[in-house]
C-alpha cells in the first residue's frame, strides 16, 4: 500500500504468470556472480585437483612403487615440526611452541591448530621391512598411541628396519597441499588483474604449479605458498585502490612468513604519505596476535627463533652461500652447528626500501610495480646465509606472472629458466656453484621479464593526504568514483578472457 512497499513483477513463462520478487532476483545475481567468478578460475581450479592427486600418489607409492621399499611413505621433513608445535599450542602449551623445531612464525600454527589438537587421536605403525634373522619370515608391526615426533620416514632398532606411517599424515598432507594451491589462484588473478589473455594464464597456472612441487611437496611449507599468495592479493588490492584490503591482507601474510616485508615498501608507494599509517597498523596487528602468546610463553626461545633466526648450515638440503662465514655462529658442533640468519636479512630490508623509492617512477604502471616485488624477493637469495631449495620460489613465482605480460619468445624463456632453476635447487653441487646458479637464474628471469608490455595506467589520482581528507565531500562523489573503479575493473576482466 505504501509508497515503500516493493511489489513482485508478473513475468510470463510459457503462457503462465509467474510473480518474481526482489529476493529471487537477488538469489539470481548471486548465483551469476559465482558462475562467473568460477570460471574466471577454470585452470587454477582444474591444476589444483592435479596437483593435490599427484602430490598424495607421490607421498604414498613413489616409495614401494619407484624406491622398492615396502609401505614407505615419503612426508615433507619440515611439516612435522610444525604439526608439532600446532600440537603444542592447540593443548595451551605455548611454551612447548619452540622446543620442537619449528622455527617458524606462528600464523601457520592457527590453520594446523585443529588437526593438531587431535594429536593424541591418531596411532603411529613401525612396519619391519628389514629382519636379517629371518628374512624370509613375517615381519612385524608395532603400533604406538599419539603421534611422536620423528624428522624421517624410517627406523632403524639394531639391525632392524622400519617405515613409519603416522595416522596423522593422512590429514596432514592433503591439508598441506590444498593450502599451497592458494598460490596457483593468486597468481592466475594477478595475472588477470596485469591483462594476461586466458590461454596463456593456463600455461602460467600449469609451470605454476610445477615451481609449488620444490615447496610443498618436498620440504613442507605451505605457509610461503599462503603468505605469498596472501602478498599476491594484497597487490591486487592495492592496485585497484582498496587499501584497507591491501593492508589486512598483508598482516595476515606476515603473520604465515615474514619474507613478505621487502614487498612491503610498494604497498607504500602504491597507497602515498596518507595512507601509510594505516598500512603499518593493520600490517603489524595480525602479527602480533600470533606472536603474544609464544612471548609469553616462553620469551627466550620465541625471541632466539623468531629475532636471532637460527639457521642449519651442515644440514642435508641446505646450503651455504658466500655469506655463511659473515653470519654470527650461535652454537653446535657438525650437523647441529647453528648460525644467525638475522643480520644478512637486514641489509636485505634495507635494499628493499630502495626499490620502492626506485619505484616511485612506477606508480601508473601495474605490472612495473608487480616486477619491483620479483626483485624486492629476490633479495633474499641473493642476501641470504644459508638456503634451502625453495628459497628461489617467490620471486621466480611473481617473476614468471609478470613475464606473462611480454613477448612469447620472453614468456617461453621465462619459463625455461624458472624450470631449470627449481630443479638445480635440489642438487647437491659444491656451495658456492649452487649459490651462483640459483642468483644466475633468479637474475636471468628478472631481466627476461623486465619489459612487459604496459597495461591500463591507474588512476591519476593524488593520494589522500590528512589536510584533504576531511574536507571531501562523502556523498555522489563517493559513490561516482566506486561506480568507475567498478567499471573498469569490468573492463579489464572482459580483455582478460579474450
Known amino acids: 500500500m505504501g509508497g515503500g512497499s516493493e511489489r513482485a513483477t508478473p513475468t510470463r513463462i510459457r503462457g503462465r504468470l509467474s510473480a518474481v520478487g526482489p529476493s529471487d532476483t537477488s538469489s539470481s545475481d548471486f548465483e551469476d556472480r559465482v558462475v562467473e567468478r568460477l570460471g574466471r578460475r577454470v585452470w587454477p581450479i582444474l591444476i589444483s585437483v592435479v596437483y593435490v592427486g599427484l602430490g598424495l600418489a607421490y607421498c604414498f607409492r613413489w616409495g614401494p612403487l619407484v624406491r622398492h621399499q615396502p ?3 615419503l612426508s615433507p621433513g619440515d611439516s612435522w615440526a610444525a604439526y608439532a608445535a600446532a600440537g603444542a599450542a592447540a593443548h ?23 588437526l593438531g589438537a587431535l594429536a593424541n587421536s591418531f596411532n603411529t605403525s613401525f612396519i619391519q621391512i628389514v629382519n636379517p634373522a629371518h628374512p624370509a619370515g ?16 624410517v627406523v632403524q632398532s639394531g639391525a632392524k628396519l622400519y617405515v613409519v ?12 597441499l590444498i593450502l599451497s594451491c592458494t598460490a596457483l589462484f593468486a597468481f592466475d588473478a594477478l595475472a588477470e588483474r596485469l591483462g594476461v589473455p586466458k590461454s596463456r594464464r593456463a600455461i602460467l597456472c600449469v609451470t605454476e604449479a610445477v615451481l609449488l612441487w620444490n615447496v610443498t611437496v618436498f620440504p613442507g611449507h605451505p605457509e610461503d605458498a599462503l603468505a605469498v599468495a596472501l602478498l599476491s592479493y594484497a597487490l591486487i588490492f592495492a592496485l585497484d585502490g582498496r587499501f584497507t584490503g591491501a593492508g589486512w591482507l598483508f598482516g595476515v601474510a606476515m603473520a604465515l612468513q615474514p619474507l613478505v616485508i ?25 602479527l602480533a596476535a600470533v606472536v603474544v ?34 653470519a654470527p655462529h650461535l652454537d653446535g658442533r657438525g650437523s647441529g652447528a647453528t648460525v644467525a640468519g638475522g643480520p644478512q636479512r637486514i641489509v636485505a630490508l634495507l635494499l ?3 626499490v620502492g623509492w626506485w619505484a616511485l617512477r612506477w606508480r601508473q604502471r601495474p605490472e612495473m610495480i608487480v616486477w619491483a616485488a620479483a626483485v624486492a624477493l629476490a633479495l633474499r637469495v641473493y642476501f641470504e646465509s644459508v638456503m634451502p631449495g625453495y628459497y628461489v620460489w617467490p620471486a621466480l613465482a611473481v617473476g614468471l606472472v609478470v613475464a606473462a605480460r611480454g613477448s612469447t619468445t620472453r614468456f617461453a624463456m621465462a619459463i625455461a629458466v624458472a624450470v631449470a632453476t627449481t630443479v638445480v635447487s635440489r642438487w647437491q653441487l659444491g ?17 627476461v621479464a623486465a619489459k612487459p608490455e604496459a597495461t591500463e595506467p591507474l588512476s591519476e589520482e593524488k593520494p589522500v593526504r590528512a589536510s584533504t581528507a576531511q574536507t571531501r565531500q562523502p556523498g555522489a562523489s563517493k559513490s561516482k568514483d566506486k561506480r568507475k573503479k567498478k567499471a573498469a575493473r569490468t573492463d579489464r576482466k572482459r580483455s582478460a578472457r579474450r
Open 71 to 73: 609401505s614407505l611413505w
Open 92 to 114: 595451551g602449551h605455548f611454551d612447548a611452541v619452540y622446543t620442537s623445531g619449528f622455527l617458524g612464525f606462528p600464523g601457520i600454527l592457527v590453520l594446523l591448530a585443529p
Open 138 to 153: 613375517a615381519l612385524q608391526n608395532l603400533v604406538s598411541h599419539g603421534t611422536p615426533y620423528f624428522n624421517s620416514d
Open 165 to 176: 606411517h603416522r595416522q596423522a599424515f593422512v590429514v596432514l598432507l592433503p591439508l598441506i
Open 262 to 286: 621487502v614487498v612491503f615498501p610498494l604497498l607504500l608507494v602504491l597507497g602515498g604519505r596518507g595512507r601509510a599509517l594505516g598500512l603499518v597498523v593493520r600490517g603489524a596487528i595480525p
Open 293 to 326: 602468546a609464544p612471548l609469553v610463553g616462553d620469551f627466550h626461545s620465541t625471541v632466539h627463533a623468531l629475532v636471532t633466526q637460527p639457521t642449519f648450515p651442515n644440514v642435508v638440503r641446505n646450503h651455504k652461500t658466500p655469506w655463511t662465514f659473515l
Open 352 to 354: 628493499a626500501a630502495g
Open 431 to 447: 656451495e658456492f656453484p649452487w649459490w651462483a646458479v640459483q642468483v644466475g637464474g633468479v637474475t636471468a628471469l628478472l631481466v
